[in-house]
């Protein structure tokens, strides 16, 4: 009875807006939970570190690796690379999932370049870079095997995607500290305990 309700709307810092129904939500989630397994190999208890603009592709990655079982890590995209790097290191994602740039107060801040220099400088766990196009028509693949066209590959994806099973003290999701007072703390949420406050409040 939602599925034409709307769920998200969007607007960017230069007045586009776009909106998403729960339907459309739930099959570009589906879409890219469907890739996560099937393509990235993510799978249940994996980590996953977002390091995004807010955009609604960050919700729908959000979505998606509940769908799927992964645990994700949203960095704040005003960080730097070394604070990437570090949060990247402590909870060893295996993927990350960027954009090519983004916008803040007029300036672009080059969040797939920041990203590289993450990597390069450690961060060996990661295995593959996801780009959203964000304010590009083309995404930079600095290493062929590793990064990834958010775009491209969920073309012809399943909009069908069976959930992954999850017990309520399973993992959510990874939140750090700022790390002001030394190295960032992760705050680990549990699936049942989060969606249970989610709800009431």
Same mark, same amino acid.
């Given at each position: 009875?939602?599925?034409?309700?709307?769920?998200?709307?969007?607007?960017?810092?230069?007045?586009?807006?776009?909106?998403?129904?729960?339907?459309?939500?739930?099959?570009?989630?589906?879409?890219?939970?469907?890739?996560?397994?099937?393509?990235?190999?993510?799978?249940?208890? !994996?980590?996953?570190?977002?390091?995004?603009?807010? /955009? @609604?592709?960050?919700? $729908? =990655?959000?979505? *998606?690796? %509940?769908?799927?079982?992964?645990?994700?890590?949203?960095?704040?995209?005003?960080?730097?690379?070394?604070?990437?790097r570090?949060?990247i290191?402590?909870?060893?994602?295996?993927?990350?999932?960027t954009? !090519?740039?983004?916008?803040?107060?007029?300036?672009? /801040? @080059?969040?797939?370049? $920041? =990203?590289?220099? *993450?990597? %390069?400088?450690?961060?060996?766990?990661?295995?593959?870079?996801?780009?959203?196009?964000?304010?590009?028509?083309?995404?930079?693949?600095?290493?062929?095997?590793?990064?990834?066209?958010?775009?491209?590959?969920l073309?012809?994806?399943?909009?069908?995607?069976?959930?992954?099973?999850?017990?309520?003290?399973?993992?959510?999701?990874?939140?750090?500290?700022?790390?002001?007072?030394?190295?960032?703390?992760?705050?680990?949420?549990?699936?049942?305990?989060?969606?249970?406050?989610?709800?009431?409040?």
């Open positions: 009875d939602k599925r034409n309700k709307t769920a998200i709307i969007w607007e960017g810092e230069k007045g586009e807006v776009r909106s998403f129904t729960y339907e459309v939500l739930s099959k570009q989630v589906n879409k890219l939970a469907n890739r996560l397994r099937s393509e990235l190999h993510i799978k249940k208890g !994996d980590r996953v570190t977002l390091y995004m603009p807010m /955009i @609604p592709e960050l919700a $729908i =990655a959000v979505l *998606a690796c %509940a769908r799927v079982g992964a645990i994700h890590s949203v960095v704040f995209g005003g960080f730097s690379a070394d604070s990437l570090d949060r290191e402590d909870s060893q994602s295996r993927l990350l999932i954009a !090519d740039a983004a916008y803040r107060r007029g300036n672009i /801040i @080059p969040l797939k370049d $920041i =990203a590289d220099q *993450a990597l %390069a400088s450690g961060s060996k766990s990661i295995e593959n870079v996801l780009v959203v196009r964000h304010i590009g028509d083309d995404v930079k693949t600095t290493v062929q095997e590793r990064d990834i066209d958010y775009h491209d590959l073309q012809d994806a399943s909009i069908d995607c069976v959930a992954e099973e999850m017990d309520s003290e399973d993992p959510l999701f990874i939140l750090y500290t700022s790390g002001s007072t030394g190295k960032p703390k992760g705050v680990l949420h549990t699936t049942g305990g989060y969606l249970v406050y989610a709800s009431i409040t």
